[in-house]
Protein backbone atom coordinates (compact mmCIF):
# COMPACT_ATOMS: atom_id res chain seq x y z
CA UNK A 1 0.00 0.00 0.00
CA UNK A 2 0.95 3.66 -0.75
CA UNK A 3 2.10 5.91 2.55
CA UNK A 4 2.52 9.59 2.17
CA UNK A 5 5.11 11.14 4.52
CA UNK A 6 5.51 14.84 5.27
CA UNK A 7 7.75 16.33 8.01
CA UNK A 8 10.60 17.90 7.72
CA UNK A 9 13.46 15.72 6.43
CA UNK A 10 12.18 12.21 6.45
CA UNK A 11 14.50 9.29 6.35
CA UNK A 12 13.85 5.64 5.07
CA UNK A 13 15.78 2.81 5.45
CA UNK A 14 16.04 -0.59 3.66
CA UNK A 15 18.61 -3.34 4.56
CA UNK A 16 17.90 -5.49 1.14
CA UNK A 17 17.83 -8.95 0.14
CA UNK A 18 17.90 -7.95 -3.65
CA UNK A 19 20.49 -5.58 -3.75
CA UNK A 20 20.26 -1.80 -3.96
CA UNK A 21 20.75 1.35 -5.98
CA UNK A 22 24.23 1.85 -4.89
CA UNK A 23 24.74 -1.19 -6.52
CA UNK A 24 25.63 -4.25 -3.65
CA UNK A 25 24.76 -7.48 -4.73
CA UNK A 26 22.07 -9.74 -3.37
CA UNK A 27 23.12 -12.11 -0.54
CA UNK A 28 25.92 -9.93 0.67
CA UNK A 29 26.36 -10.29 4.02
CA UNK A 30 26.61 -6.82 6.64
CA UNK A 31 26.22 -5.03 3.72
CA UNK A 32 25.27 -1.29 4.28
CA UNK A 33 21.85 -0.07 4.36
CA UNK A 34 20.40 1.95 1.32
CA UNK A 35 18.83 5.47 3.03
CA UNK A 36 16.67 7.70 1.26
CA UNK A 37 16.52 11.04 2.58
CA UNK A 38 13.63 14.22 1.37
CA UNK A 39 11.41 16.00 2.57
CA UNK A 40 8.58 14.99 1.06
CA UNK A 41 8.38 11.28 0.19
CA UNK A 42 5.34 9.02 -1.15
CA UNK A 43 6.61 5.32 -0.75
CA UNK A 44 4.41 2.35 -1.81
CA UNK A 45 5.47 -0.75 0.37
CA UNK A 46 3.48 -3.09 -2.30
CA UNK A 47 5.65 -2.20 -5.14
CA UNK A 48 8.49 -0.77 -3.79
CA UNK A 49 8.50 2.78 -5.62
CA UNK A 50 9.48 6.05 -4.19
CA UNK A 51 8.88 9.68 -4.92
CA UNK A 52 10.66 12.07 -2.93
CA UNK A 53 11.08 15.77 -3.68
CA UNK A 54 13.06 18.17 -1.69
CA UNK A 55 16.98 17.85 -0.37
CA UNK A 56 16.50 14.37 -1.60
CA UNK A 57 19.71 12.21 -0.94
CA UNK A 58 20.54 8.33 -1.42
CA UNK A 59 23.21 6.84 0.34
CA UNK A 60 24.51 3.77 0.77
CA UNK A 61 28.56 3.06 2.64
CA UNK A 62 30.35 5.59 0.91
CA UNK A 63 28.36 6.46 -2.05
CA UNK A 64 25.92 9.18 -2.29
CA UNK A 65 24.11 11.27 -4.20
CA UNK A 66 21.71 14.56 -3.86
CA UNK A 67 19.61 15.91 -6.07
CA UNK A 68 15.98 17.78 -5.58
CA UNK A 69 13.39 14.95 -6.85
CA UNK A 70 13.58 11.32 -7.74
CA UNK A 71 11.98 8.08 -8.62
CA UNK A 72 12.73 5.00 -8.01
CA UNK A 73 11.66 1.23 -7.79
CA UNK A 74 13.86 -0.63 -5.30
CA UNK A 75 12.47 -3.99 -6.42
CA UNK A 76 14.00 -3.36 -10.27
CA UNK A 77 16.99 -1.12 -9.00
CA UNK A 78 15.51 1.21 -11.73
CA UNK A 79 14.90 5.20 -10.95
CA UNK A 80 15.30 8.55 -12.20
CA UNK A 81 17.05 11.67 -10.35
CA UNK A 82 16.55 15.20 -11.59
CA UNK A 83 17.47 18.66 -10.18
CA UNK A 84 21.34 19.70 -9.55
CA UNK A 85 21.94 15.81 -9.27
CA UNK A 86 25.68 15.41 -7.99
CA UNK A 87 27.59 12.64 -5.74
CA UNK A 88 29.84 9.70 -5.73
CA UNK A 89 28.67 6.75 -8.02
CA UNK A 90 31.00 3.82 -7.22
CA UNK A 91 33.65 6.15 -6.75
CA UNK A 92 32.98 7.87 -9.65
CA UNK A 93 32.35 11.64 -9.15
CA UNK A 94 29.66 13.13 -10.56
CA UNK A 95 27.32 16.30 -11.31
CA UNK A 96 24.15 15.94 -14.52
CA UNK A 97 21.44 17.66 -14.64
CA UNK A 98 19.44 14.04 -14.71
CA UNK A 99 20.67 10.61 -13.74
CA UNK A 100 18.82 7.41 -14.79
CA UNK A 101 19.87 3.97 -12.86
CA UNK A 102 18.95 1.46 -14.97
CA UNK A 103 19.50 -1.77 -13.39
CA UNK A 104 22.32 -1.96 -10.14
CA UNK A 105 25.09 -1.49 -12.47
CA UNK A 106 24.36 1.27 -15.30
CA UNK A 107 23.71 5.19 -14.92
CA UNK A 108 22.98 7.65 -17.85
CA UNK A 109 23.97 10.91 -17.10
CA UNK A 110 22.17 13.86 -18.89
CA UNK A 111 23.15 17.61 -18.74
CA UNK A 112 24.72 20.75 -19.87
CA UNK A 113 27.22 19.46 -19.43
CA UNK A 114 27.78 16.33 -17.56
CA UNK A 115 30.93 16.21 -15.80
CA UNK A 116 32.18 12.65 -14.58
CA UNK A 117 35.71 12.32 -13.07
CA UNK A 118 37.39 9.24 -11.41
CA UNK A 119 40.76 9.47 -10.24
CA UNK A 120 42.81 12.17 -12.86
CA UNK A 121 40.48 11.59 -15.67
CA UNK A 122 37.63 13.95 -15.87
CA UNK A 123 34.71 13.58 -18.64
CA UNK A 124 32.16 16.12 -19.85
CA UNK A 125 29.36 16.35 -22.30
CA UNK A 126 25.72 16.28 -22.90
CA UNK A 127 25.33 12.50 -22.15
CA UNK A 128 27.92 10.20 -20.37
CA UNK A 129 26.83 6.30 -19.55
CA UNK A 130 28.55 4.09 -17.45
CA UNK A 131 28.48 0.54 -16.61
CA UNK A 132 30.09 0.02 -12.74
CA UNK A 133 30.35 -4.45 -14.00
CA UNK A 134 32.24 -3.31 -17.31
CA UNK A 135 33.92 -0.12 -15.66
CA UNK A 136 33.29 0.99 -19.00
CA UNK A 137 32.28 4.87 -19.69
CA UNK A 138 31.15 6.19 -23.41
CA UNK A 139 29.46 9.52 -24.83
CA UNK A 140 27.15 8.98 -28.26
CA UNK A 141 27.30 13.13 -28.19
CA UNK A 142 30.07 15.34 -28.35
CA UNK A 143 32.74 15.10 -25.64
CA UNK A 144 35.43 16.49 -23.77
CA UNK A 145 38.20 13.52 -21.47
CA UNK A 146 40.76 15.36 -19.84
CA UNK A 147 43.99 13.36 -18.47
CA UNK A 148 47.56 13.30 -17.93
CA UNK A 149 47.54 17.22 -18.68
CA UNK A 150 46.21 16.14 -21.85
CA UNK A 151 42.43 16.85 -23.27
CA UNK A 152 40.81 15.75 -26.15
CA UNK A 153 37.55 16.19 -27.89
CA UNK A 154 34.88 14.67 -30.53
CA UNK A 155 31.69 13.80 -31.38
CA UNK A 156 32.20 10.05 -29.38
CA UNK A 157 33.85 8.82 -26.71
CA UNK A 158 34.75 5.48 -25.42
CA UNK A 159 36.60 4.32 -22.35
CA UNK A 160 37.48 0.95 -20.36
CA UNK A 161 39.16 2.74 -16.98
CA UNK A 162 40.49 -0.31 -15.30
CA UNK A 163 42.90 -0.43 -18.64
CA UNK A 164 42.96 2.98 -18.88
CA UNK A 165 42.25 2.79 -22.32
CA UNK A 166 39.96 5.84 -24.14
CA UNK A 167 39.54 6.13 -27.63
CA UNK A 168 38.02 9.63 -29.26
CA UNK A 169 36.60 9.58 -32.84
CA UNK A 170 35.18 11.88 -34.84
CA UNK A 171 36.55 15.72 -35.23
CA UNK A 172 39.07 15.02 -32.86
CA UNK A 173 41.29 17.97 -31.07
CA UNK A 174 44.05 16.97 -29.00
CA UNK A 175 46.03 19.94 -26.82
CA UNK A 176 48.35 20.08 -24.27
CA UNK A 177 49.39 23.59 -23.28
CA UNK A 178 52.42 22.35 -21.40
CA UNK A 179 53.97 20.52 -24.50
CA UNK A 180 52.48 22.83 -26.60
CA UNK A 181 51.04 21.18 -28.80
CA UNK A 182 47.75 21.75 -30.81
CA UNK A 183 46.44 18.68 -33.31
CA UNK A 184 43.66 17.49 -35.38
CA UNK A 185 42.75 13.90 -36.71
CA UNK A 186 39.84 11.62 -36.91
CA UNK A 187 40.76 9.41 -33.66
CA UNK A 188 42.60 10.07 -31.09
CA UNK A 189 43.52 6.83 -28.67
CA UNK A 190 44.85 7.58 -25.13
CA UNK A 191 47.31 4.91 -23.38
CA UNK A 192 47.41 5.24 -19.72
CA UNK A 193 48.96 2.81 -17.00
CA UNK A 194 46.43 0.24 -16.25
CA UNK A 195 44.84 -0.43 -12.76
CA UNK A 196 44.82 -3.31 -10.31
CA UNK A 197 41.83 -4.95 -8.40
CA UNK A 198 42.24 -2.13 -5.67
CA UNK A 199 42.48 0.77 -8.92
CA UNK A 200 46.01 1.10 -7.97
CA UNK A 201 48.18 2.45 -11.03
CA UNK A 202 50.49 -0.41 -12.40
CA UNK A 203 53.85 0.67 -14.54
CA UNK A 204 55.64 -1.59 -16.27
CA UNK A 205 59.45 -0.65 -16.60
CA UNK A 206 59.61 1.56 -19.65
CA UNK A 207 55.85 2.13 -19.70
CA UNK A 208 54.63 5.66 -20.08
CA UNK A 209 50.88 7.02 -21.13
CA UNK A 210 50.97 8.15 -24.12
CA UNK A 211 48.51 9.45 -27.30
CA UNK A 212 48.29 7.65 -30.93
CA UNK A 213 46.07 9.67 -33.22
CA UNK A 214 45.05 8.41 -36.62
CA UNK A 215 42.87 9.73 -39.52
CA UNK A 216 44.58 12.32 -41.23
CA UNK A 217 46.58 13.63 -38.15
CA UNK A 218 48.01 17.01 -38.45
CA UNK A 219 48.84 20.20 -36.52
CA UNK A 220 51.36 21.76 -34.35
CA UNK A 221 54.06 21.28 -31.60
CA UNK A 222 56.20 24.00 -30.16
CA UNK A 223 55.61 25.91 -33.46
CA UNK A 224 57.00 22.97 -35.47
CA UNK A 225 53.95 21.89 -38.11
CA UNK A 226 53.26 17.88 -37.94
CA UNK A 227 51.64 15.34 -40.38
CA UNK A 228 51.56 12.16 -41.16
CA UNK A 229 49.85 8.86 -40.88
CA UNK A 230 49.93 8.21 -36.89
CA UNK A 231 51.48 10.79 -34.85
CA UNK A 232 51.84 9.75 -31.16
CA UNK A 233 52.84 12.23 -28.21
CA UNK A 234 54.19 10.74 -24.99
CA UNK A 235 52.86 12.22 -22.07
CA UNK A 236 55.93 11.38 -19.52
CA UNK A 237 59.48 12.55 -21.49
CA UNK A 238 57.18 14.72 -23.70
CA UNK A 239 58.46 13.19 -27.17
CA UNK A 240 56.38 12.93 -30.63
CA UNK A 241 56.70 11.00 -33.04
CA UNK A 242 55.30 11.29 -36.50
CA UNK A 243 55.08 8.04 -38.78
CA UNK A 244 53.86 6.97 -42.49
CA UNK A 245 53.93 9.99 -45.04
CA UNK A 246 55.61 11.89 -42.64
CA UNK A 247 55.95 15.85 -43.00
CA UNK A 248 57.29 18.29 -40.40
CA UNK A 249 58.11 21.67 -40.71
CA UNK A 250 60.38 23.07 -37.86
CA UNK A 251 60.45 26.99 -37.04
CA UNK A 252 63.11 28.78 -37.44
CA UNK A 253 64.00 31.23 -34.51
CA UNK A 254 63.26 34.20 -36.98
CA UNK A 255 59.92 32.98 -37.10
CA UNK A 256 60.35 31.81 -40.47
CA UNK A 257 60.25 27.88 -41.71
CA UNK A 258 62.62 25.39 -42.84
Not at 68 to 74: D, G, H, I, L, S
Not at 107 to 115: A, E, L, S, T, Y
Not at 193 to 204: A, H, K, S, Y
Amino acid sequence: MGRRIVAGLLVIVWWLTAGTVMGLTAGEQDSPPLKITAEVIDYNSKTGEVAATGRVRFSQGDDWLDCEQAVYNNNKGDGVLTGGVRGLYRGIGLQADRVELQGRNFIRCHGNPVVVTSASRRFSGRQIDYDDRQKYVESPLPAIVEVDDASLSGDRMRGWLKENHLIVSGNVHARSASRQADLWCGQAEYFGLPEDETGRVVRQPGQQPKLVLTIDPHGQQAGNQLAGTVITVYLDDQATEVDGQARVTVARDDGGER
